[in-house]
């Protein structure tokens, strides 16, 4: 293998490698946010991201039977719908669930795990146990060959933008919206954010909320590169959580940076290596640099 | 207290667990009064404003604003109700900028402008608006949140030994501050203390607390000095 076919191969696997960066930063950012104002470690959240991946498949289907010229343009839509379904179901899950349970760490790993697997019961009686796939859009298939050799899919190019501009939002609403404001209260000091006039229990439900949305847009991403069945969702969690873990679960930016990492090691490495081998270098690697910064990788440089 | 009163306070008992804190507690405040609930460590001064405003739940007892009863309400309606709070410890926001602290008391405004007279009245504040709280002094943190108890429009305002640990001179600034808010606003102002010269800058009325009960009030006018620093004294 010549020196020029190794970095193209390089690249190209680091280009696959950004479409998992994406799913696991979204999954994250969902994730990072939610334990970061309510200290809750959701363990349905896979099964948000499934909600939104499922969305895509059943808004296709309608469009493909009932309006098949509007095929190249449903996807857009469907992002949107895919963030209101998984934000709708994580405002209700948080309501009938989860608010009972704040302060209660072991609880809500609990509750939420159930909560996980009812869910996957419900997809599995509702979609079936085989996995299912939307026909995407002709323009999000094939690649774009830069160079001789150099295929970089055009889906993974997608779902890079619908993420940075998905995490854009994010930052945005956190320091500049009144929610931001409210969050930011919360996480600070929960008994003063509420003795200066905030409603944390709102700010609590909305917060969950709009994680969940998030992880609903991750699952939209998620069929541009694999299949929904009903434990897909499941299968990110673990990641999802490396990411977190790893990133500092007080700082986005951390967040963003481990997925990064932690997506590209594993992508690139596993073109050299076999899956399962990846992983364990992967996991050695944040292993180690959680040893040397058990805070993870990014903390806040602020007087308490 | 005459029914009339801006903030009454009828019967509070508050506990924590098994043991009770405070016991029975009765007092009212006019509008455009100052009072001092003086008191040394451990005598109930910080439950008794926490229990004010909702932070501790009362075991009995009622806590009226402007004839509205909002003991059995959480601390957010509290504040919509006309209650600020300055606690202990001063609780600013540290990972927030000065300017973000101030506005999270904006929640029930119609503008969600920080109103002028805020910075007019802590010009330091407007100087340090892009920075942390948490890297602000600690002078400089209590006039915060003064600050932003006073963005939630108060009609009565509550602070919790605001010269505790902070420096002669700027101990004055803090009763100027508070006279001036009054002159201005013609608010309530329920202020503990432990310092009897500062209660004496700002206060119309002096109670003392000791056990969880008030054992003494007297007017300004009428104070009886030696008495109080004996209270205050161990
Ligand atoms: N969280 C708590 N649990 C149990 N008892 C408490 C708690 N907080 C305070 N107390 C008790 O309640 C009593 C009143 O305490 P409080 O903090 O109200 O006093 P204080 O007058 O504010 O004192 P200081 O001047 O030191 O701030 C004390 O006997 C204290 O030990
Ligand atoms: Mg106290």
Redesign the interface.
């Given at each position: 293998m010549s020196a020029s076919e190794m970095w193209n191969i390089f690249l190209m696997q680091g280009f696959a490698g950004l479409s998992l960066f994406s799913v696991l930063l979204l999954m994250g950012l969902g994730l990072a946010i939610i334990f970061g104002q309510m200290g809750v470690i959701n363990m349905a959240h896979g099964e948000f991201m499934t909600i939104g991946a499922y969305t895509i498949f059943m808004l296709s289907s309608l469009t493909e039977t009932y309006a098949p010229t509007l095929t190249p343009y449903y996807f857009f839509v469907a992002i949107i719908v895919a963030f209101i379904l998984a934000f709708a179901v994580g405002w209700m899950a948080e309501w009938a669930l989860i608010r009972h349970l704040y302060r209660r760490p072991l609880d809500t790993l609990l509750a939420t795990w159930g909560l996980s697997l009812g869910m996957q019961q419900i997809f599995r009686s509702t979609f079936g146990a085989k996995e299912v796939s939307p026909t995407l859009p002709e323009w999000l298939l094939g690649s774009w060959a830069p160079a001789e050799g150099l295929d970089i899919p055009i889906n993974g190019m997608f779902v890079m933008g619908l993420t940075l501009l998905v995490t854009a939002g994010v930052f945005l609403m956190l320091y500049r919206s009144?929610w931001g404001?409210?969050v930011?209260?919360t996480?600070?000091?929960r008994?003063?954010?509420?003795?200066?006039?905030?409603?944390?229990k709102k700010t609590d439900r909305m917060t969950f909320a709009i994680g969940c949305g998030i992880a609903g847009v991750a699952g939209a991403a998620f069929t541009t590169i694999g299949s929904t069945g009903p434990t897909s969702g499941s299968l990110y969690i673990v990641d999802a959580f490396l990411v977190v873990t790893f990133g500092g679960a007080a700082s986005l930016l951390g967040t963003v940076a481990s997925a990064f990492g932690i997506a590209q090691t594993q992508s690139i490495s596993e073109f050299f290596l076999t899956g399962s081998m990846a992983k364990v270098l992967t996991l050695l690697t944040i292993i180690t640099i959680l040893m040397i910064r058990p805070q993870g990788l990014f903390a806040?440089k602020?007087?308490? | 207290m005459s029914g009339t009163a801006m903030l009454n306070v009828n019967d509070l008992f508050v506990s924590y667990g098994q043991s009770q804190a405070i016991h029975g507690i009765s007092f009212g405040a006019n509008r455009n009064e100052t009072v001092a609930v003086m008191g040394r460590n451990g005598m109930g001064k910080t439950t008794l404003f926490k229990a004010l405003?909702?932070?501790l739940p009362l075991k009995g007892g009622k806590v009226e604003v402007d004839g509205v009863d909002l003991s059995r309400e959480?601390?957010?309606r509290r504040?919509?109700g006309g209650i600020g709070?300055v606690?202990q410890g001063r609780?600013i926001?540290?990972?927030?900028t000065v300017e973000?602290n101030l506005?999270?008391?904006l929640?029930?405004a119609k503008n969600?402008e920080i109103p002028e007279e805020i910075y007019a009245l802590f010009p330091v504040l407007f100087e340090m608006r892009k920075r942390?709280g948490?890297?602000l002094s600690g002078g400089q943190q209590q006039q915060l949140a003064i600050g932003?108890?006073l963005v939630?429009n108060p009609k009565v305002l509550l602070l919790d030994e605001p010269t505790e640990g902070i420096q002669p001179s700027i101990i004055k600034d803090i009763a100027k501050a508070l006279n001036e808010i009054r002159k201005l606003r013609e608010i309530t102002i329920v202020v503990s203390e432990q310092v009897l010269s500062f209660a004496l800058d700002v206060a119309d009325r002096l109670f003392v607390i000791e056990g969880g009960r008030l054992v003494h009030e007297s007017t300004r006018a009428n104070i009886d000095a030696d008495r109080i620093k004996q209270y205050l004294s161990v």
């Open positions: 009144r404001l409210r930011r209260a996480v600070s000091n008994t003063m954010a509420n003795a200066i006039g905030i409603n944390t806040l602020v007087r308490r | 405003m909702g932070v959480e601390s957010f504040v919509a709070y606690p609780m926001f540290p990972t927030l973000e506005k999270t008391g929640e029930n969600k942390k948490g890297n932003r108890a939630t």
